[in-house]
């Protein structure tokens, strides 16, 4: 199967200025002028796989502000090497400030890929193109800025609303953080249009790409977390026609050879294998610290012990549930010794190149939708026989009884703990807390769990005790704060409270 062409740095290559004096103007060999470019179809296709690329790009990282701050993960301790305490690791024991390197690094790469997104969508309204071909490359582009805004304002609440490139340099300091509420209706506006313009279906050359459903799924979701319980469950039952099916098999959905199957929505292209820089490596990423080849397949590698399953996540599994064993062990074997600690085997499949996976990232499955529709349907009317069959057609394939006769708030207990079982490990768990908690409630959840953690952590710390902030979540973390680098650039940015 032929995957999309990701051409990550090929925006970046742009000639975006000219000389006036004809004396300083001059070919560059290496880079391609916007005035020569953005003519063709081709071109088009190829600007917005750019874009495609970004997103590679953040969902290698994901996992560190969707897994790490929530209850299902934890990281391998390391009491050699504390460089990342001020990083990635702030963000597991919530310790996150304005200073982490981590949050200035998503910042810049959003809003470089908003800037991309924004400029191909002005070359393409001006363009030649027939509505034909037009049409899609638009839909995938506006669902790919409203997904970016989607994330943004889970992270950060307000945030800098731009739907056009600035014509001067200068006017960026004149931005300023919108209000949530535009932020929500931009990223509604941008769904509802590319679901009229994006296809259900694409031909096999081009697989992978956002399609009808993807963007009817997405939109969902946005209802749901804004609690539009009734736009909701009408965005969702439209992809119910559209052919989409659970997988036979839970497993199918992380196969490399199963790539973008019946229960595929939408997830992100990686190809490993080969030296095209488009492979994935989360294997690597989640298994042990000192695993070194016992679950890669390939010795004298390092692996980064991040994305530990938590001892509470192992407890929420029922007695017979099929994922579990799909989606972790609890120990692994190194040199004909058992280790007792857990990692993710979700994406660990073999593979040929030493750190080159095959794996895609699952972004929206349709057990996510299942499930999604019992909770719009559970909070809109209150339980209903349509509700339990959405939950239980989930629970079927992971070997479980149904469930039945709930309330609504013990259905609502259950629908969020078969998200966390059947989501585990895909980045859903920390906005699915977000979402369903208010500030105070999700900090007290967190604090509940920090204690737990603290008092039997799920690794082994070499003997160093935990900081005195370490799980102390306060109710402003329910936000991320803007980074420190941004504040300083432009003094007109405000500072998330709390910070």
């Known amino acids: 199967m032929k995957k999309i062409t990701v051409i990550g740095t090929f925006l970046l290559c742009m000639t975006q200025f000219s000389c006036k004096d004809d004396f300083l103007v001059t070919t560059d060999p290496t880079r391609i002028g916007t005035d020569l470019f953005y003519k063709t179809e081709t071109q088009f296709l190829q600007a917005l796989n750019g874009v495609y690329g970004q997103l590679q790009q953040m969902t290698s990282s994901a996992y560190i502000f969707q897994e790490f701050p929530s209850d299902n993960t934890t990281l391998d301790f390391n009491p050699l090497d504390r460089g990342g305490a001020a990083g990635w690791e702030a963000f597991e024991f919530s310790t996150v400030n304005q200073g982490n390197g ?69 006017e960026a300091f004149d931005l300023v953080r919108s ?29 992978g790409r956002v399609t009808k459903g993807a963007a009817l799924g997405i939109l969902g ?10 736009d909701a469950v009408t965005t969702l039952k439209q992809i119910l026609p559209l052919g989409y099916s659970l997988n036979p098999l839970y497993t199918d959905n992380f196969n ?43 010795a004298n590698t390092a692996p980064s012990g991040r994305n530990i399953p938590t001892n509470d996540l192992i407890a929420a599994y029922e007695p017979g549930d099929v994922r579990k064993d799909a989606s972790l062990k609890t120990s692994y074997t190194l040199n004909g010794t058992v280790v007792n600690m857990p990692y993710v085997i979700k994406y660990t499949y073999p593979h040929t190149i030493t750190g080159r996976t095959d794996n895609n990232w699952p972004v929206l499955r349709y057990a996510d939708v299942l499930l999604m529709l019992a909770e719009s349907i559970n909070e809109a009317t209150g339980p209903s026989a349509e509700a339990f069959d959405y939950l239980n057609q989930v629970r079927k394939r992971a070997g479980l009884a149904p469930k039945t006769g709930l309330d609504k708030v013990a259905l609502r207990d259950a629908i969020l703990k078969e998200r966390r079982v059947e989501l585990a490990f895909e980045n859903h768990r920390w906005f699915d807390l977000r979402r369903t908690k208010t500030p105070a409630e999700l900090a007290a959840f967190m604090n509940a769990y920090g204690a737990k ?35 300083l650039i432009n003094s007109k940015l405000t500072q998330n409270q709390g910070y």
């Open 221 to 230: 979701k946005v209802y749901l977390t804004q609690k539009k319980y009734t």
């Open 453 to 487: 953690e603290k008092a039997k952590p799920t690794v082994d710390r070499g003997g160093i005790a935990f900081n005195a902030q370490d799980y102390v979540y306060t109710e402003n973390e329910y936000y991320l704060p803007i980074p420190a680098p941004q504040i």
């Open 102 to 170: 981590e949050i200035a690094n998503i910042w810049n790469l959003y809003y470089s890929a908003l800037y991309n997104t924004n400029y191909t969508l002005e070359k393409l309204s001006t363009s030649t193109l027939d509505a034909a071909a037009k049409g899609p490359i638009e839909g995938q582009l506006k669902f790919l800025r409203a997904y970016f805004y989607f994330h943004l304002v889970q992270y950060f609440g307000d945030v800098i609303l731009v739907t056009s490139t600035l014509a001067n340099p200068n």
């Open 256 to 298: 490399p050879a199963k790539k973008n199957g019946p229960e595929s929505l939408f997830e992100v292209q990686y190809q490993g294998g080969n030296d095209l820089g488009e492979w994935s490596n989360f294997a690597y990423v989640f298994a042990p610290r000192l695993s070194a080849g016992a679950i890669t397949g390939f």
């Open 179 to 207: 209000p949530q509420a535009e932020a929500w209706a931009q990223i509604e506006k941008d769904l509802k249009e590319a679901v009229a313009l994006l296809p259900a279906t694409y031909p096999a050359a081009q697989v």
